[in-house]
């Protein structure tokens, strides 16, 4: 199947720092992907689809000043936390969109824990 | 705007025994309904999904999954589950008319006892 790749899986940064996530798929091209954001003991909640490209579109209520995304190739988006907070702590969590076969499935990481200072 | 709700957030079961979790959703268009897993420490897989036809889906390691348009209801089922099904169960749809954006329940944490 196919895989994806978060890095890194843990952080602890300083409150006011930014902070890099990557994600990337492996063993296909994944011209869209897609970054949620877990709290504990909740749900995923869908932050933004990430375009290869192209600017990324995010959800209602995201700042998308404060988490930039880029896709810059058709492997890689980055997920971008800046001027982190302690209330930006929480799990992030990317997928890649599989166009192979007939599903359109999204193939998930293993997920990027943030803890911010 | 879609919503998805799973009423168990944790079941217990001894092995053998037989499991249905339930998913309701809430939109008033045609959607593609899907059950992902979380094994403990591991990211998310898909058990199995439904986009059109048959309503009774079959998905991998002896799942399957019920579409009832009527009842909104997209419930998961195994008939004699094992210990290693014990992980967290999410249900999630996406709008067809909306791409791939994915709707996530609340989840349901089984733990099987050997």
């Known amino acids: 199947g196919a895989v994806v790749s978060q890095h890194p899986s843990r952080v602890i940064c300083k409150s006011g720092t930014s902070v890099k996530i990557e994600c990337r798929s492996l063993d296909f091209q994944a011209t869209t992907m897609f970054w949620y954001r877990q709290f504990p003991k909740q749900s995923l909640m869908l932050m933004a689809t990430s375009n290869e490209g192209s600017k990324a579109t995010y959800e209602q209520g995201v700042e998308k000043d404060k988490f930039l995304i880029n896709h810059a190739s058709l492997t890689l988006s980055t997920l971008t936390v800046t001027s982190a907070h302690p209330e930006d702590s929480s799990f992030y969590i990317c997928?890649?969109?599989?166009?192979?076969?007939?599903?359109?499935?999204?193939?998930f990481g293993p997920g990027t824990r943030l803890t911010v200072t | 705007a879609q919503s998805v709700s799973q009423h168990n957030h944790h079941v217990i079961l001894s092995e053998a025994a037989s499991l249905e979790l339930g998913c309701n959703y809430s939109y008033g268009g045609t959607v593609n309904l899907f059950w992902y897993v979380q094994y403990p420490g591991q990211h998310l897989q898909l058990l199995l999904k439904y986009f059109s036809g048959d309503p009774l889906v079959k998905g991998i390691k002896g799942f399957e999954a019920e579409f009832i348009k009527s009842k909104f209801s997209f419930n998961l089922r195994k008939p004699s589950v094992q210990w290693s099904d014990t992980a967290e169960y999410f249900c999630?749809?996406?709008?067809?008319?909306?791409?791939?954006?994915?709707?996530f329940g609340t989840g349901t944490r089984l733990a099987v006892r050997p």
């Open positions: 997928s890649a969109r599989d166009t192979r076969g007939d599903g359109y499935e999204q193939y």
């Open positions: 999630a749809l996406s709008k067809k008319s909306s791409g791939d954006k994915l709707t």
